[in-house]
């Protein structure tokens, strides 16, 4: 039997293919990960049920979702943000740390009351963030030096940063583990009243997600944006500075991650550790992906995984299965999510022995 | 069915969501004859030939090559049977050297691994002739000299002047296409199928092209020229297939043909070929060079001292052959390249080396030789295309908010204004969906529309069909009627005289030449074109002597 696949660019992504794809790519990775949670001895239905259908349900989880959700959004648009000008904010992660940093240091050593102590802390954070990917983005901008690289190899420098100053500066008196002082009340982000521990930071990133749409969709700056974003070769006979546009999105990319950094210590974790960020600003670049097509769809994205990062912890504890089926999940949602993306692209046609499917056979459920 | 048919293509249909693109088409072949294949834009010759080539497959019909079915389904599939295609749009890579773009897919093993015939014996031929050595190095290794020899061998023949060395991105528009021509004729195709190739050379090249074709038909060559210009169909083709809205309208042989009653055959209705051009009384100065010196991307000089000046409502026609330091002579006036000497001045302001936003706000339009590439974010609405040199204005919002409802009536504008076809809702329809002649008019359109005081247009009718054509040429005229001053570069003889007050003629990066439509001889134009008599000093040639017995 021989077996033909046969792919054609497609000239137009049918809508339902668009609508479509992100469902269908969750819903085959969690069927693949079934086989990894079948493997472990656990059903994978009752896993999902109580990962997915208990998180959403329960006040306990949606408190936390929300709370997990926050510095995802952040990262999240931080990633967003440059992606719609086409460039890779591969470092949120190390722009994350730096603001988290900066944010602590200023809540430990400034005695303010928390109405001016606190947004010193976010601005000098988000400030902190566009300082870190400053250089990688005038590189960018002015040498045309590859941003992938510069802001990743920024994230290591970052998480040195941070490991020193757990030890040294920061470290607090007598204390047995690198890590700092507790935040004093007056730097610590309240919770959202009747939303229980939800921290108020939901609140600013949902800001910042309405003040990204806007940009986006009604602004100059936004058309520039898009447009550098669609050819910047063209976009320099329309007189559009890409230095101006490129150094824009990359530093107020960076300062969201700060944001991220500061919302995350001040609200959450009350102290700096060496080990505080589970990785949300390299999640951030899967959500940034999944939520390509609009600031609200990547507030959607980072509640997703922050569902998946709950979730996980939830079916860990429950069903005492290693906390490396959540990354597996993670991973799997972002490699269907990349096939997904060839799917939309293009046409596959499959024949056995030479008789060819004529059916329109480009719909992923049918060839995978 | 003829005796000599070669290829047959038999009821081909093909349709795209809501288009038929073939519908039920059939045509057939020669063994040797060149063959033309005219229609609008959209007339679906491209698809027809892009089935042939086995870049589609048609829903329906059959192929015949040589007394075979053909079952193709993949370019590899028509290469392998001997089927060669020069596309409109290159598909070269920019970074390799014209050598490797041309054995791409049809490499050599490195020259160590050469099998040689009754060579001295050694360990070290016995090595490489083994089998497992002779599949290795056919797979990794790249042997440049043989090919390279080859590659420039056929340069050579036909004339092509090229540098094989070059990467590619280096070369100009018309250089690319040559390597394309040398890509088809380095696999020794039965069938070469040419997409409008002359839209990028000059009269004088073209002729030379057609020789070679004429030579390589003699050969028993098989050539399909896909073209909008009929007057070359006149001069190269033995018979022409004419399609309009995806079906063959009739084959016929050419010699039985006038040109007009092609034109009626594609258009369906007579097509005027004369222009009237009104005198016009050219106003004061709007762009004004003095001794501009321009690099190209390689840092080489490109324009070398270039004097030049264009008065309100006149066209100043730039004729040259591609690569003579056009492209970097227009990206310079436009404000996207430095300049290294010399100065730029719009109307009376000097902008020597300004943004290209100074020269945006001081009224120069463009309009690009390369529209998908510099011309037009292909991937967003006609829209965001349409307002692209001018999202600034404040018609369109105020301060940083802009107004899309207002973009979009602006756009709407445009479309009818200029009889942009195949956009049914601005906001929906992409730039790069446009067929090529709809999109030169969007572009054309956003660039005459802002009333502009200068407009530099690089190759405006390159690659459209005769329809667009008119069109374009109509406008050009009533923007210089309109007072606007242009720049016409073009490669296109035919355009420079129709349309320019002033002819200039630039060849390595100099005007070597000036003259007016009225007062000027072709082939004096061609020679200086291609570089003249070197030793003939410009003074004494100027008045228009016995030349034309050159």
């Not at chain 2, 600034?392 to 301060?399: C, N």
């Amino acid at each position: 039997m021989e077996l033909n696949i046969e792919l054609t660019p497609r000239t137009d992504i049918p809508n339902w293919l668009i609508y479509l794809t992100p469902v269908f790519t969750v819903v085959a990775a969690l069927f693949v990960s079934g086989i990894a949670l079948i493997a472990l001895g656990v059903n994978p239905l009752q896993a999902y049920n109580t990962m997915f259908i208990q998180t959403v349900t329960t006040p306990f989880g949606i408190t936390n979702t929300l709370e997990k959700g926050v510095p995802l959004i952040f990262a999240g648009l931080a990633v967003y943000l440059p992606l719609k000008a086409k460039l890779w904010n591969i470092g949120a992660e190390g722009q994350l740390v730096v603001g988290a940093i900066v944010g602590t240091a200023i809540g430990l050593q400034v005695s303010l009351p928390i109405y001016a102590l606190l947004p010193l802390m976010i601005v000098a954070g988000g400030a902190a963030g566009a300082a870190w990917i400053a250089i990688p983005a005038l590189l960018r901008a002015k040498y045309g030096i590859n941003e992938i690289i510069t802001t990743l190899l920024f994230v290591f420098v970052a998480q040195s940063l941070l490991n020193y100053v757990v030890r040294g500066p920061l470290r607090a008196s007598g204390a047995n583990f690198p890590q700092s002082e507790s935040l004093p009340a007056a730097a610590t982000l309240p919770g959202i009243p009747r939303l229980g521990d939800v921290p108020l930071g939901l609140l600013l990133a949902i800001a910042l997600v309405v003040v990204t749409y806007g940009i986006i969709n009604y602004t100059r700056l936004g058309y520039e944006i898009t447009f550098i974003g669609a050819n910047d070769s063209a976009a320099e006979y329309a007189g559009m500075s890409k230095l101006k546009v490129y150094l824009i999105v990359l530093m107020a990319g960076g300062a969201m991650a700060g944001f991220a950094g500061v919302s995350e210590l001040s609200g959450v974790q009350g102290r700096l550790r060496a080990s505080f960020d589970p990785g949300y600003g390299f999640t951030a670049v899967p959500i940034a992906l999944l939520g390509r097509n609009g600031a609200f769809k990547v507030m959607l994205a980072a509640l997703l995984f922050a569902v998946i990062f709950v979730g996980g912890s939830s079916i860990e504890t429950v069903f005492g299965v290693p906390s490396a089926i959540t990354s597996v999940i993670e991973a799997l949602i972002i490699l269907f999510l990349i096939t997904a993306e060839f799917f939309k692209q293009y046409r596959i046609d499959v024949s056995i022995d030479g008789s060819y499917s004529t059916s329109a056979s480009g719909s992923p459920e049918g060839d995978l | 069915m003829d005796q000599d048919t070669f290829v047959r293509m038999k009821d081909i249909t093909k349709t795209f969501p809501g288009v038929v693109a073939n519908d039920d088409v059939s045509m057939s072949l020669r063994r040797g004859e060149i063959h033309g294949l005219l229609g609008e834009n959209g007339a679906g010759k491209s698809t027809l030939m892009k089935i042939l080539y086995g870049l589609y497959s048609a829903d329906k019909g059959e192929i015949w090559f040589d007394g075979e079915r053909l079952q193709m389904e993949s370019p590899q599939d028509a290469i392998d049977t001997g089927i060669g295609m020069v596309h409109q749009h290159f598909k070269l890579i920019p970074r390799l050297s014209v050598s490797k773009n041309i054995v791409l897919g049809k490499r050599e093993p490195a020259t160590v691994f050469t099998r040689t015939e009754g060579s001295e014996e050694g360990v070290l031929s016995t090595l490489t002739n083994t089998r497992l050595m002779q599949w290795l190095a056919s797979r990794f290794t790249l042997g440049l000299d043989e090919p390279r020899q080859k590659i420039q061998q056929l340069s050579d023949d036909y004339g092509f002047d090229l540098d094989v060395t070059a990467p590619v991105w280096e070369l100009g528009v018309g250089e690319r296409q040559r390597v394309e021509i040398l890509k088809a004729l380095y696999r020794d195709v039965e069938l070469l199928i040419l997409d409008e190739p002359t839209a990028v050379l000059t009269p004088t090249q073209a002729d030379r092209l057609f020789e070679t074709l004429r030579r390589l038909a003699d050969k028993g060559l098989t050539v399909i020229i896909i073209t909008h210009k009929l007057d070359e169909l006149k001069q190269v083709t033995d018979r022409v297939t004419v399609l309009r809205d995806g079906k063959n309208i009739g084959t016929v042989e050419t010699n039985e043909q006038t040109p007009g009653d092609l034109a009626h055959m594609m258009v369906g209705r007579d097509v005027l070929f004369d222009i009237d051009k009104d005198d016009i009384e050219s106003g004061k100065t709007v762009l004004n060079l003095s001794a501009l010196h321009v690099e190209n991307d390689r840092g080489i000089e490109a324009v070398s001292g270039v004097d030049m000046s264009i008065k309100a409502g006149e066209i100043v026609g730039l004729a040259g052959v591609s690569g003579n330091g056009q492209k970097e002579l227009a990206e310079s006036l436009v404000g996207v390249r430095g300049t290294t000497a010399g100065s730029i001045r719009v109307t009376s302001k000097d902008v020597t080396n300004e943004p290209c936003r100074t020269f945006i706000d001081n009224g120069v339009s463009f309009v690009p030789e390369d529209r998908h590439q510099n011309g037009c974010a292909a991937t967003l609405s006609a829209m965001h295309n349409a307002v692209m040199k001018r999202y600034r204005d404040s018609a369109f919002g105020e301060r940083f908010q802009l107004n899309y409802e207002a973009m979009e009536a602006y756009a709407e504008t445009l479309v009818e204004e200029f009889d942009v076809r195949g956009i049914n809702d601005v906001q929906e329809v992409t730039a790069g969906e446009l067929s090529g002649g709809n999109l030169q008019k969007l572009i054309l359109a956003r660039e005459m529309l802002r009333e502009p005081k200068l407009l530099v247009a690089n190759q405006p009718t390159r690659g459209v069909d005769v329809g667009a054509i008119e069109f374009i040429r109509e406008r050009l005229l009533k923007q210089r009627k309109s007072g606007t001053g242009i720049l016409l570069i073009s490669e296109d003889l035919n355009e420079i005289f129709d349309l320019s007050d002033r002819i200039l003629v630039i060849y390595e990066g100099e005007i070597v030449h000036e003259t007016t439509p009225e007062s000027a001889d072709r082939q004096r134009i061609s020679l200086e074109m291609n570089g003249g008599e070197q030793a003939q000093p410009l003074a004494s040639v100027a008045a228009d002597g016995g030349w034309s017995d050159i």
